[in-house]
């Protein structure tokens, strides 16, 4: 599975992004699908996930509430919308995507994107 992740930028506090993350190669109804993410100098989080069908959906409770991830099978592409930014969302994030993958941890996702730069300025 190739995943290529976009929609990353420059966004001041409490602005909106929506970052999406398009999937090629295989079938990505296959896949649970997460959002990590990497500020610098830190470890790479988990921010969210949503299993292969859409159905369920889980958030690391710093982005709960602000953040809504979603996908369309049709489409292969998994979103991020974020809303209500602050500074400390800054980081490069990244998707994976994982065979039945619901989790948040790394080690569950067998593919990831080249991540994509958010930064909000305050």
């Known amino acids: 599975v ?4 976009s929609g990353g930028g420059l966004v001041q506090a409490g602005g909106s992004l ?8 295989d079938t990505f109804s296959n ?3 997460g959002w990590f993410r990497q500020a610098p100098g ?6 969210a996930t949503i299993t292969w ?3 369920g959906t889980y958030y690391q409770p710093s982005v709960k509430g602000r953040f809504t991830i979603s996908r369309d099978n049709a489409k292969n592409t998994v979103y991020l919308q974020m809303n209500s930014l602050k500074p400390e969302d800054t980081a490069v994030y990244y ?3 994982g065979y039945d993958a619901k989790g948040i941890f790394k080690h569950e996702y067998d593919y990831w994107g080249q991540g994509t730069l958010v930064t909000v300025s305050s």
Do not use: I, N, T
């Not at 190739?2 to 992740?5: D, F």
């Not at 929506?18 to 190669?25: E, I, K, V």
């Open 2 to 5: 190739q995943l290529q992740a």
């Open 18 to 25: 929506r970052l999406s993350c398009a999937a090629s190669g």
């Open 31 to 33: 896949y649970g699908m």
């Open 42 to 47: 830190k470890e790479r989080e988990f921010v």
């Open 53 to 55: 069908s859409g159905g």
């Open 95 to 97: 998707c994976a995507a």
